[in-house]
């Protein structure tokens, strides 16, 4: 990537032409699309198409072969921006109490005590983990486990908020009640959300905007807006519609 470009459009984060090839493989092919600030965009597709390797190009766990990354007009570069990154596992540092790994990337960052100790709290009262604050991963069921993963994310109030399937280990009805948190909190804080998941229902409960990818090579196939009120009704007529549509442009290519 050419650092020295800097992007005139305004919006959060800009994707341009991004490509990634593993050798002989290609596995991203010219992708370019946008993201407006506090956004919640979710990313579906197909089993296998690339959507890791997506999100791991957009924090430089992955170098692109080619293409641009912008945050803010500026080249993506996580020294930089503040880039935060949720696994499909949870993730919490088993030798730090539940308090310690809310404050963890925040310390990392060396931000001033008063401002960790004021975030921290927040977070406890909005992910109601009083009662868990001094207690260690191995002692939480994993949703609350996970929510601390969540809730240690958020504190940092990252440029981009990266989520890999993070309820793809939970029941139902486990993950209802984490999209709804995660929604509460992105809402409560106002940051940028990108959410990769193959539950297509749990994207349109979730998203503003469900990006399509294609197989691989994966391009983007669909931009959706959903425009839908919150909370959402998975009962809703609208919502099922959403639903079937996205899952009948995945099923068939």
């Known amino acids: ?14 994707v341009k032409n991004l490509t990634k090839s593993f050798g002989d493989l290609l596995v991203l092919d010219d992708m370019t699309f946008n993201i407006d600030k506090n956004d919640f965009v979710c990313v ?5 198409c690339g959507k890791t390797t997506f999100l791991n190009c957009l924090t430089r766990i992955h170098e692109p072969t080619n293409g641009d990354i912008f945050i803010d007009g500026q080249p993506a570069d996580p020294s930089k921006h503040n880039i935060s990154f949720i696994f499909q596992e949870p993730s919490a540092i088993p030798w730090l109490t539940v308090e310690e790994n ?13 401002i960790i100790n004021e975030r921290v709290e927040h977070i406890i009262d909005l992910m109601g983990l009083q009662e868990s604050r001094k207690k260690y991963p191995g002692d939480l069921s994993v949703s609350v486990a996970q929510r601390v993963v969540i809730g240690r994310s958020f504190a940092m109030q990252p440029d981009l908020l990266l989520m890999d399937e993070p309820y793809g280990q939970m029941d139902v009805k486990m993950r209802f009640y984490l999209e709804d948190e995660v929604v509460r909190l992105w809402q409560e804080l106002g940051s940028t959300v990108l959410f990769i998941t193959h539950n297509i229902e749990e994207a ?24 839908l009120p919150r909370p ?10 959403y639903r079937n549509y996205i899952t009948e442009n995945i099923r068939w290519w």
């Open 232 to 241: 959402r009704n998975i009962a809703d007529p609208k919502f099922i519609e």
């Open 204 to 227: 349109v409960y979730l998203a503003e905007k469900v990006l399509i990818l294609t197989n691989k090579p994966a391009k983007i196939k669909e931009e959706i807006k959903i425009d």
């Open 102 to 114: 809310l404050a963890y990337g925040l310390k990392i960052k060396r931000t001033p005590k008063e």
């Open 44 to 48: 579906v597709g197909p089993t296998g």
């Open 1 to 14: 990537m050419d650092n020295s470009k800097i992007s005139n459009q305004k919006h959060k984060i800009e």
